[in-house]
């Protein structure tokens, strides 16, 4: 009995996971750190993530996140904790590739086997000309009140001027 409920329960997750939406991208692993050694399964790390903002050229995002190692990190049980940095910079000339919301998802991905996401939003301050990057973590129930931001002052590059934020935004 209590076998075939822990399959339902594994059948509905994985059904969860596929209807979910899925990361416009890949981020790409920079490189890691390990915080708690363990003798016989991967250690716990932390990792650093760089992502492209997909509707922003010229604009990059570093995240760094906690992973558990162990045999619940290694088998992809462990929930991951909502302790996650961000920094994003103008990396090149800034071209918007359409019109921009505030609060618009940028990357997300899950955080745990079900339930759990991290989202990165992007925001336009007008006034200040400035891109505004915010990652959280959420759940279906309850949020993390935990998150980080950072702010990209549009800036001219080369020859090419500073384009205005306010003008792209919806």
Known sequence: MWFRS??????L???????GPAAAQEPDRI???STVWRPLTPNDKLVVYGIDDPAVAG????????EKGGIKGTLGLAEDVSDISL???QTGPVA???????????????RSLIFKSMQIVRG????????????????VIQGSPKN?????????????????????MK
């Open 124 to 139: 336009c301050d007008t006034r200040r000309n400035t891109l505004i990057y915010m990652v959280y973590s959420d759940k």
């Open 13 to 19: 997750a994985l059904g969860m996971a596929a209807a």
């Open 148 to 168: 980080s931001s950072s702010a990209v002052p549009l800036a001219p590059w080369g020859t090419e001027p500073a384009p205005k934020c306010a003008d792209a």
């Open 87 to 89: 920094a994003c910079r």
């Open 31 to 33: 490189f890691d750190k």
């Open 96 to 110: 918007f590739k359409g019109k921009l919301s505030q609060g618009e998802v940028v990357f997300s991905e899950r």
């Open 6 to 11: 822990l399959t339902y329960v594994g059948v």
């Open 59 to 66: 604009v990059a995002c570093w995240y760094t996140q906690p």
